[in-house]
């Protein structure tokens, strides 16, 4: 008897709980409403200006360039203090390094066969000597998540439905983010993926590390 009763309060308790596990997977899940427009606009106004007083920066990790016809891919680190920049390009495949330096007055690209060259900016310069097209002045914005001097043409910006940066266009590119790092500044976040993209040229940028000053988000 006692065996019997038993079994009944098992099979009861176990039919409890499937009907308490139907109950929970038939309640939709709660979506929140996408962030309003503005508010992300003026999210991301506070992110650019609390970034723009940090003019010393670097980040260390890995770049995939494209023209439509070649590509390539190696790591990179980069250095930025002001208008001044240092990114050093290497290929483990192909053992090859390149080194750019260069600020407003012009650029300088060490590592070539048949020696240094210069040119009056790294774009340029770059395009002439490889055939890569980057543009080195807007991407030192672009890569930190912020528009590019005015110089560089209007830009607009689009946001995902949490509020965050997805995407800037301006001076033909089209940058693509799509994904975000904490940094040590309380609220900011850097971008960590981001695909840049004019016509066949292409870069592809994934940041390992970044530091901002002195100090590593």
Do not use: F
Not at 140 to 146: D, H, K, N, P
């Amino acid at each position: 008897m006692n065996s019997m009763r038993g079994d009944l309060i098992r099979r009861w308790m176990i039919a409890a709980s499937l009907a308490m596990l139907a109950a929970c997977a038939a309640q939709p899940t709660r979506q929140l409403p996408p962030m309003d427009a503005a508010v992300a606009a003026a999210r991301q106004e506070q992110r650019e200006a609390e970034l723009a007083p940090l003019g010393a920066w670097s980040l260390q990790g890995r770049v995939a360039l494209s023209n439509g016809r070649d590509g390539g891919s190696g790591r990179i680190d980069w250095r930025q203090e002001g208008a001044h920049y240092e990114v050093a390009l290497s290929a483990p495949v192909t053992r090859q390094s390149w080194r750019l330096s260069g600020d407003a007055t012009g650029a300088q690209l060490e590592g070539l066969e048949g020696g240094t060259r210069t040119g009056p900016d790294a774009t340029s310069l770059l395009l002439e000597a490889t055939r890569w097209e980057i543009p080195v002045a807007a991407l030192a914005s672009w890569a930190r998540g912020v528009r590019a001097e005015s110089s560089h043409g209007a830009a607009t910006i689009r946001y995902t439905a949490e509020g965050r940066l997805a995407r800037i266009e301006q001076g033909g590119w089209v940058i693509d983010y799509s994904d975000w790092r904490a940094s040590d500044l309380p609220g900011i976040e850097l971008p960590t993926r981001l695909n840049a993209v004019r016509g066949d040229a292409r870069v592809r940028l994934i940041v390992d590390r970044w530091g901002e000053g002195a100090a590593t988000p």
